[in-house]
């Protein structure tokens, strides 16, 4: 057989087998893959095609003879592929690198079979109007809840789908905010984060340009490498008390940020770049007792106080716990024109009420409460630093959240105080009167007293039988 012959008898085994690329990858029925000789499997990667419409990932591909399953979708697979409307994942794939789909803003909805056990956080970066994912429902790696993609536990978010709108509220089993979670989140412009969080990791925020401020929890101990990066629209963050290592890029080009408040009265350490472009003029507020030791921290110049003892969580702001009502005392705040009382029960708000800074009631707004009472009480007591103020029509035994927040002028939160207090049971006549033939139950007058008359039996206004 002549060169000619041999070489012609080559290049018809390759494109029958399919078309080699640099880099070993393997272009058939137009996908890219990369065999692993360990595993015998294919790995889709990046072939710099632009793919558009319905894909459909086959179950498995051959290639020189031998069938591989297609085991991974691998970084950058899909990366920018604006035109692509849905995609088919079979049930061979194990695992989803990162950025695998980064930037497919067509896809809508997404479908993670139950093979997947695998999701790099980033796979869906910047799938700004993708508002669902949805679970096989014989996986049992991956749960998802409101289109959020968590691991089995629930305990970390692996995927939040960058076409929701407005807030989100992070649920009270989350205790990490995982890789590049938010990453592209355009939409969001709020979210809360519950006291369960420790850890936001690397990029979990990044380029969530709608988000205008962000108050990171007492719990969280840790923020990692770009979380909040290019979240241009931040005008305001509160760092809590427990936040000890600030990663690298953490706040870079957060160009709109007027004030930063840390609550930790030793400085975080703070990695390199981490409020590059941030400007170095706007206030840090800081414990008060800690403004020398945060003076050159991040490259801030203009360090001011918050007010004595208010970067701690305090166990006296709770007292006078009822059935349906409780006290809450605040000290007040140097710079602050504005304090708001949020109540939260199972992470649904229930009030939200405002005060000015001398302590006058400005507004209760109900969010969910199980009782409306009419409030005679307008004004907060003041106290010899700070006021109290008492929030009722409350449930009975039942476990709240609170948050007591200090606002400046222009809005910014300088200073937050968070907790739990729980309601004490009902007892004595508010028990007989809730009880569930309570309709039944009528006055009566005996000796002069009014006794509650019910089942045949009459109580006196402490909930005590004759």
Same mark, same amino acid.
């Given at each position: 057989?002549?060169?000619?012959?041999?070489?012609?008898?080559?290049?018809?085994?390759?494109?029958?087998?399919?078309?080699?690329?640099?880099?070993?990858?393997?272009?058939?029925?137009?996908?890219?893959?990369?065999?692993?000789?360990?595993?015998?499997?294919?790995?889709?990667?990046?072939?710099?095609?632009?793919?558009?419409?319905?894909?459909?990932?086959?179950?498995?591909?051959?290639?020189?003879?031998?069938?591989?399953?297609?085991?991974?979708?691998?970084?950058?697979?899909?990366?920018?592929?604006?035109?692509?409307?849905?995609?088919?994942?079979?049930?061979?794939?194990?695992?989803?690198?990162?950025?695998?789909?980064?930037?497919?803003?067509?896809?809508?909805?997404?479908?993670?079979?139950?093979?997947?056990?695998?999701?790099?956080?980033?796979?869906?970066?910047?799938?700004?109007?993708?508002?669902?994912?949805?679970?096989?429902?014989?996986?049992?790696?991956?749960?998802?809840?409101?289109?959020?993609?968590?691991?089995?536990?629930?305990?970390?978010?692996?995927?939040?789908?960058?076409?929701?709108?407005?807030?989100?509220?992070?649920?009270?089993?989350?205790?990490?905010?995982?890789?590049?979670?938010?990453?592209?989140?355009?939409?969001?412009?709020?979210?809360?984060?519950?006291?369960?969080?420790?850890?936001?990791?690397?990029?979990?925020?990044?380029?969530?340009?709608?988000?205008?401020?962000?108050?990171?929890?007492?719990?969280?101990?840790?923020?990692?490498?770009?979380?909040?990066?290019?979240?241009?629209?931040?005008?305001?963050?509160?760092?809590?008390?427990?936040?000890?290592?600030?990663?690298?890029?953490?706040?870079?080009?957060?160009?709109?940020?007027?004030?930063?408040?840390?609550?930790?009265?030793?400085?975080?350490?703070?990695?390199?770049?981490?409020?590059?472009?941030?400007?170095?003029?706007?206030?840090?507020?800081?414990?008060?007792?800690?403004?020398?030791?945060?003076?050159?921290?991040?490259?801030?110049?203009?360090?001011?106080?918050?007010?004595?003892?208010?970067?701690?969580?305090? @166990?006296? &702001?709770? #007292?006078? %716990?009822?059935? $349906? !009502?409780?006290?809450?005392?605040?000290?007040?705040? =140097? +710079?602050?024109?504005?304090?708001?009382?949020?109540?939260?029960?199972?992470?649904?708000?229930?009030?939200?009420?405002?005060?000015?800074?001398?302590?006058?009631?400005?507004?209760?707004?109900?969010?969910?409460?199980?009782?409306?009472?009419?409030?005679?009480?307008?004004?907060?007591?003041?106290?010899?630093?700070?006021?109290?103020?008492?929030?009722?029509?409350?449930?009975?035994?039942? @476990?709240? &959240?609170? #948050?007591? %927040?200090?606002? $400046? !002028?222009?809005?910014?939160?300088?200073?937050?105080? =968070? +907790?739990?207090?729980?309601?004490?049971?009902?007892?004595?006549?508010?028990?007989?009167?809730?009880?569930?033939?309570?309709?039944?139950?009528?006055?009566?007058?005996?000796?002069?007293?009014?006794?509650?008359?019910?089942?045949?039996?009459?109580?006196?206004?402490?909930?005590?039988?004759?």
């Amino acid at each position: 057989m002549t060169k000619t012959k041999n070489l012609t008898l080559f290049l018809a085994l390759v494109l029958n087998a399919g078309t080699m690329f640099a880099g070993g990858s393997v272009i058939i029925d137009g996908f890219a893959y990369r065999f692993n000789q360990t595993s015998l499997t294919a790995e889709l990667v990046r072939s710099g095609n632009s793919y558009s419409g319905d894909i459909v990932i086959p179950e498995s591909v051959v290639y020189n003879e031998i069938t591989y399953p297609v085991g991974s979708i691998e970084e950058s697979a899909f990366y920018g592929c604006t035109g692509i409307t849905s995609v088919t994942i079979p049930n061979s794939v194990t695992y989803i690198s990162s950025t695998a789909f980064c930037g497919c803003t067509g896809l809508t909805s997404m479908t993670i079979p139950n093979g997947v056990k695998d999701i790099s956080g980033s796979a869906f970066s910047k799938c700004t109007n993708l508002n669902a994912i949805i679970v096989a429902t014989d996986n049992d790696y991956y749960s998802s809840v409101k289109g959020v993609l968590f691991d089995k536990s629930k305990t970390k978010i692996v995927i939040y789908p960058g076409g929701k709108q407005g807030g989100y509220t992070i649920p009270n089993s989350v205790t990490t905010i995982g890789k590049s979670a938010f990453d592209g989140c355009i939409g969001l412009t709020s979210v809360t984060i519950p006291h369960g969080v420790t850890k936001i990791e690397q990029s979990a925020f990044y380029s969530c340009t709608g988000l205008t401020s962000i108050t990171i929890a007492n719990s969280v101990t840790k923020i990692g490498d770009h979380a909040f990066c290019d979240c241009s629209g931040l005008t305001a963050v509160t760092i809590g008390n427990s936040v000890t290592s600030i990663g690298r890029y953490v706040f870079y080009n957060c160009t709109s940020l007027a004030s930063v408040t840390v609550l930790a009265t030793t400085p975080p350490s703070v990695e390199r770049e981490a409020f590059s472009n941030v400007s170095k003029t706007i206030p840090l507020y800081v414990p008060a007792g800690s403004v020398s030791a945060y003076q050159g921290w991040g490259g801030f110049t203009n360090i001011q106080p918050i007010s004595a003892g208010s970067a701690d969580v305090t @166990t006296n &702001t709770i #007292s006078d %716990i009822r059935e $349906n !009502s409780v006290d809450i005392s605040w000290p007040q705040v =140097t +710079g602050a024109n504005q304090y708001v009382i949020e109540i939260r029960f199972n992470n649904v708000l229930v009030y939200t009420i405002t005060f000015n800074s001398q302590g006058q009631l400005l507004s209760i707004v109900n969010g969910a409460p199980s009782l409306l009472r009419d409030r005679e009480n307008t004004a907060a007591q003041a106290l010899s630093n700070g006021w109290k103020y008492t929030v009722s029509s409350l449930d009975a035994d039942k @476990t709240y &959240t609170y #948050s007591v %927040i200090a606002k $400046n !002028s222009g809005g910014t939160t300088i200073d937050t105080k =968070t +907790g739990t207090f729980k309601t004490l049971p009902l007892s004595g006549l508010e028990e007989i009167l809730s009880a569930p033939n309570a309709t039944d139950s009528k006055k009566i007058l005996i000796d002069g007293q009014i006794y509650i008359l019910r089942d045949g039996k009459a109580y006196d206004l402490t909930g005590k039988s004759l």
